[in-house]
Nanobody, 115 residues
Framework: VQLQASGGGLVQVGGSLRLSCAAS????????MAWYRQAPGKQRELVAS???????NYADSVKGRFTISRDNAKKMVALQMNTLTSEDTFVYYC??????????WGQGTQVTVSS
């Protein structure tokens, strides 16, 4: 199983980016999809998660600015990031956990917000 993330890049403060992540693997049954982010030398932190039924959870720092969504049929998760600040500059990782509690990580995509 592989997760392929895309959509990172350089954006100005106040701008928007959309991250996407797709899972391969025909027998995959995903329960939780999420996005984490990590700064160099720091622990990875949860940004947002979404369950198969659509229940969501957000870090306080992104509430009202970021929106997570998923397409179960396509095994995809997206993160719409609006009103970005320099404090959103991280490497972002997509994450999925299947119904058997197997965990999968994407390769990471850099998001840089410049002023």
């Amino acid at each position: 199983v592989q997760l392929q993330a895309s959509g990172g890049g350089l954006v100005q403060v106040g701008g928007s980016l959309r991250l996407s992540c797709a899972a391969s693997g025909s027998s995959l049954s995903i329960y939780v999809m999420a996005w984490y982010r990590q700064a160099p030398g720091k622990q990875r932190e949860l940004v947002a998660s979404i369950t198969r039924s659509g229940g969501t959870n957000y870090a306080d720092s992104v509430k009202g600015r970021f929106t997570i969504s998923r397409d179960n049929a396509k095994k995809m998760v997206a993160l719409q990031m609006n009103t970005l600040t320099s404090e959103d500059t991280f490497v972002y990782y997509c994450y999925m956990r299947d119904v058997w509690n197997n965990e999968y990580w994407g390769q990471g995509t850099q998001v840089t917000v410049s002023s």
